[in-house]
Nanobody
Framework: QVQLVESGGASVQAGGSLRLSCAASGVTSGRKCMGWFRQAPGKGREGVAVIYTGDGITYYANSVKGRFTISQDNAKNTVYMKMNSLKPEDTAMYYC???????????????????????WGKGTQVTVSS
């Protein structure tokens, strides 16, 4: 089992920055692949970024590439996502997810099938005003 707890969501103005945190606990094998998804009201869940915790390889959705950075602190069992140059369209509930996927699956599933991830946090709200 893996437990995930997100924090860091807030209301900010466009152009601002936030850093989300995802504190993980539980079996290490179940969180080799950790990612961030977001869901805006009335929309489906969108994969934002993923990190393969074994070697730190990352992947980003085109919508956030160059603005968001996913990273990890292995000593704290925490994954972060620094979000810069925030836009109103970034407004959403942000969820941390994890599973024990191999690297190729980790990279492909973040953009294709959110349901494949077996472990989820409860989410943290990000609201960006114009």
């Amino acid at each position: 089992q893996v437990q995930l707890v997100e924090s860091g969501g807030a209301s900010v103005q466009a152009g601002g920055s936030l850093r989300l945190s995802c504190a993980a606990s539980g079996v290490t094998s179940g969180r080799k692949c950790m990612g961030w998804f977001r869901q805006a009201p009335g929309k489906g869940r969108e994969g934002v970024a993923v990190i393969y915790t074994g070697d730190g390889i990352t992947y980003y959705a085109n919508s956030v590439k160059g603005r968001f950075t996913i990273s990890q602190d292995n000593a704290k069992n925490t994954v972060y996502m620094k979000m810069n140059s925030l836009k109103p369209e970034d407004t959403a509930m942000y969820y941390c997810a994890a599973d024990g996927f191999s690297l190729p699956s980790c990279i492909s599933l973040i953009s294709s099938d959110a349901r494949a991830f077996g472990y989820w946090g409860k989410g943290t709200q990000v609201t960006v005003s114009s």
